[in-house]
């Protein structure tokens, strides 16, 4: 069964439309229709009903279409491979980071790679996780890091657990909260600076807090952690973040920890997805390795349970 004939199948599936699935597939229509034609001839089974409005997929043709699109993804992984083996190298990989684990790993993960794999070029997005989903689902990356807590479950997603990262309420030295315990309000008033919060926590914070509903949690959102850490330090406006990403200003008394004794417990749930049926490249294993070698250095770190 000719893998190609089978990408032709899936191209129909999808577009339900002879015309553009060939031009999908960079074929003249009357080329593709026959492609689809000697299928269901070596089959002898009938894979879509042409006669009135879209094309639709028979029962066999369904079955065949689910099959078929784990042989094609297998077919295309493998392909990747053994060029990435016959040209002796592991090739480029193209990966995506949230605000927290490009703010906390990167720094180390990339001079590291670099000075491994010299010859691989590697592209790195940093994102909220959403559009960074969506970059996975049109395969522009092979995977992705970040807090997963938002992600409905799916079938179609493997996901890795890679590390938990504790998180707290930080301002600049002689704050005027700092010193005391304080108050979610209080520390609202003052504004707060944090990434995209997961629905999770920003449910469990507002909770506590005495504001109208359609007020804004946030003062100040940002999806870098270094501007989140310069308006803590230069301003009155507290930073909500992970501890791993401010330890320096921690260590040099220029940050401090918050007393705030209602407030939930912080923390990111960062892991790994991919697409379930796709092939990881040599690279990507390569690359999500360097990010667990950097977890481990990490100060008292705790592996992610999942």
Request: net charge neutral; charged share 25%; aromatic share 6%.
């Amino acid at each position: 069964m000719d893998i190609k004939r089978l990408s032709h199948l899936l191209a129909l599936a999808e577009e339900k439309h002879f015309a553009r699935a060939a031009e999908r597939v960079h074929l003249s229509q009357p080329a593709f229709s026959r492609s689809i034609q000697a299928l269901e001839q070596e089959l002898g089974l009938r894979l879509f009903d042409r006669d009135n409005g879209p094309v639709q997929a028979t029962p066999a043709g369904r079955h065949l279409i689910e099959r078929a699109r784990k042989l094609v993804f297998d077919a295309r992984g493998l392909k990747r491979e053994m060029q990435l083996y016959a040209e002796a190298k592991l090739g480029d990989v193209a990966f995506g980071l949230g605000p927290i684990p490009a703010g906390v790993l990167l720094g180390h993960t990339g001079p590291a790679l670099r000075k491994q794999h010299p010859d691989v070029a590697l592209r790195v997005e940093i994102s909220n996780w959403a559009l960074l989903h969506e970059r996975l689902r049109t395969e522009d990356i092979e995977f992705y890091v970040a807090d997963v807590r938002d992600i409905a479950p799916d079938p179609s997603l493997t996901i890795e657990p890679l590390v938990r990262l504790a998180g707290r309420f930080y301002a600049r030295a002689g704050h005027p909260l700092a010193g005391r315990p304080c108050s979610l309000d209080e520390v609202w008033r003052h504004g707060i600076a944090s990434i995209k919060l997961p629905q999770t926590i920003e449910r469990a914070v507002r909770s506590r807090l005495d504001i109208p509903v359609a007020a804004r949690l946030l003062a100040f959102e940002c999806d870098a952690l270094a501007q989140l850490t310069q308006v803590a330090l230069y301003s009155d406006t507290v930073s909500a973040t992970v501890d791993a990403s401010v330890q320096a200003e921690i260590e040099h008394g220029r940050l401090v920890a918050l007393d705030v004794p209602e407030l939930p417990v912080l923390y990111a749930e960062t892991s790994v997805v991919r697409l379930s049926e796709r092939t990881p490249s040599p690279m990507a294993h390569k690359v999500v390795e360097a990010l667990q070698r950097a977890v481990a250095a990490l100060p008292g770190f705790t592996a992610s349970q999942g």
